[in-house]
């Protein structure tokens, strides 16, 4: 079993996936909003939410 941790932006109102890539550097990569520019670690308005999903088939 593996959990994925999926950050969302609830900017709008309604939560928005916010998606981002991996970089194989060794600068940390974080999910940022497109729309209001908030990531997990500067989110002044506290929009960022995460949702930790199980996934069973490994």
Do not use: F, H, Q
């Not at 497109?34 to 990531?39: D, F, N, P, Q, R």
């Amino acid at each position: 079993m593996t959990v994925y941790r999926k950050w969302y932006c609830t900017c709008t109102g309604k939560p928005i996936e916010l998606t981002y890539e991996e970089v194989l550097d060794d600068e940390p990569v974080e999910p940022m909003c497109e729309l209001c520019g908030a990531t997990p670690s500067s989110d002044p308005k506290k929009t960022i939410i995460y949702r930790d999903e199980e996934d069973w088939d490994d």
